[in-house]
């Protein structure tokens, strides 16, 4: 019988190396990360892939599985230990090596396999690792099915069926590449920087966006699990600023940048501007919704009004549907809905059909963009930037807040900001216009402008994000409206930036 997991033990001991160790935190609302050797160690990974094989009889699902693993010094063995529990749980695995996340959601398709556990911390510092899973194509798990397998994992209530089996998929790369680069090329030059962060997309973005007839201008592409510059996120102003200098230097119509295992996308325009990804969102939405008008575009609750306000948007007849922020939670509602696109602020875009299949990837997002641009030879990404209503806003802000404790403070907080609301008191000087709570909360004030608190899914943090189409100043305001109601509650840390 398999060892019930621990949630803490020693490394360098006997116990470390003869029993699995898994800290129940790791079970995120949406997919699974830990620090490797601090809160999992192989053993525990094995019992993740036991417990998951688990859950797959228990679903009824075909016992086959594809699975992948990121670039980074130790995710290989990770995924190793995970096939190995995979196996003894009676399941078929499927491996296409080193991967972006989305090849492996594309391999479910291609190789017409049902489920997928693909190893990747995305864009969580080095020393992370995690699975992001799901049974359902295009849909990965959500909070039910992270719930059961949590039980199952540290319950060691495993249905070791036995019978498994292993299959290397050889040059799948080549298979992801050809769907993508199998369609017309782009008929106006276009000057790319293309920004890895040394990540695992430096192996495949630079080859396909070269076929699709694209001067690529490589930023950071070589392969490098230390991560020698910034860590590979889009998010980060760090990585925005270097895309930025690149793009300045020369002399380039753009620049793309992917994270750590290639589902997200940022962008920075022809003079250097680092455009949110949420801003990007609407560029893309005007451009699609000529194409198909009255559209319905799932929008995040981080992402800017604009989706719902943008004048040229509503002569279209899009309707913006704002909703939890997540990759799972916003797969599935575009998946649900019918919706043509979900956009969300991280760079998370989930194409729909007929455009893409319904899961999120950075060169799809990508590849939009370029497409979008050739449509307009005219203009220059700067110019349609510069084509959308004024407002103000942030980054994506994320002070440290212990796993433990940061749904609790998220919940005072709605709280606090619910009784405003009932009691028509005012925030920053002005009633409240409306209150969004379907994840955190997100406050409204009667100019528009706004202030977000949510719990960061994958790592121990809070996420803030401000925006206001008045001011800067405006905008100021509501961080610090938020960060002061905030501040009233114990264990929040400094914020990895800051306005």
């Known amino acids: 019988m398999f060892p019930t997991p621990k949630p803490v ?6 116990a470390y190396e003869s029993e699995p160790m898994v800290k129940p935190t790791g079970f995120r609302e949406y997919d699974a990360r830990w620090l490797f050797q601090k809160e999992i160690n192989l053993m525990g990974v094995q019992a993740l892939g036991m417990g998951l094989g688990t859950l797959m009889h228990e679903m009824g699902v075909k016992p086959e599985i594809v ?18 529990g995979l196996m003894a749980a009676g399941i078929k695995v499927h491996d296409i090596g080193l991967a972006m996340s989305p090849m492996a959601y594309f391999a479910q398709f291609a190789l017409d396999v049902p489920a997928v556990a693909m190893v990747t911390a995305s864009h969580n510092d080095n020393g992370w690792t995690g699975v992001k899973m799901g049974v359902n194509r295009p849909l990965t798990f959500g909070p039910d099915e992270m719930t059961r397998l949590k039980e199952i994992v540290l319950g060691a209530k495993f249905d070791l069926k036995g019978g498994g089996a292993y299959v290397f998929v050889e040059n799948f790369p080549e298979v992801y590449i050809k769907d993508l680069t199998n369609r017309p090329k782009l008929k106006h030059p276009i000057k790319a920087v293309v920004a890895c962060g040394n990540g695992t997309a430096g192996a495949f973005a630079p080859k396909i966006l070269e076929a699709l007839g694209v001067e690529v201008v490589p930023l950071d592409t070589e392969l490098d699990h230390t991560f020698p510059k910034y860590n590979p996120n889009p998010e980060d102003m760090e990585m925005l600023h270097a895309m930025r200098d690149a793009v300045l230097e020369h002399k380039a119509d753009v620049a793309l940048g992917f994270d750590g295992d290639g589902d997200r996308c940022g962008v920075v325009d022809n003079t250097g501007e680092e455009i ?11 451009d699609l919704a000529k194409i ?10 981080k992402s800017t009004g604009l989706f719902a306000t943008d004048p040229e948007l509503i002569k279209l007849g899009v309707k913006a549907d704002y909703w939890k922020t997540g990759h799972s939670y ?30 999120d990837d950075g060169l799809v997002s990508a590849i939009a963009v370029l497409d979008m641009l050739d449509r307009n030879p005219g203009k220059k990404l700067s110019e349609l930037r510069e084509a959308l209503p004024k407002t103000w806003s942030s ?10 404790a940061k749904y609790g403070v998220v919940a005072k907080v709605v ?17 409240i216009r409306d209150l969004v709570t379907v994840n955190g909360v997100r406050v409204t004030c009667e100019d528009g402008s706004w202030g977000l608190l949510r719990a960061s899914s994958n790592k121990p943090e809070l996420v803030v994000v401000v925006e206001s189409p008045v001011s800067e100043a405006r905008m100021r305001e509501m961080f610090k409206e938020i960060d002061g109601v905030l501040r009233q509650h114990p264990g929040i840390g400094e914020y990895n930036q800051t306005i």
């Open 330 to 359: 916003m797969k599935r509602r575009v998946n649900e809905t019918g919706a043509l696109v979900g956009f969300e602020k991280s760079g998370h875009y989930f194409f729909n059909k007929p455009v893409g299949r319904g899961y």
């Open 395 to 404: 980054p994506t802000m994320s002070p440290h807040c212990a796993d433990e």
């Open 276 to 286: 949110f990804a949420d801003k990007v969102g609407v560029l893309l939405a005007r």
């Open 67 to 84: 699975t992948g693993h990121d670039f980074r010094s130790y995710s290989s063995s990770i995924k190793l230990a995970l096939v190995s």
């Open 415 to 431: 709280e606090h900001y619910e009784k405003l609301a009932a009691e028509g008191a005012l925030v920053t000087g002005q009633k």
């Open 292 to 301: 198909y008008p009255n559209s319905t575009f799932v929008v995040d609750v």
């Open 9 to 14: 033990l020693t490394p360098n001991t006997y």
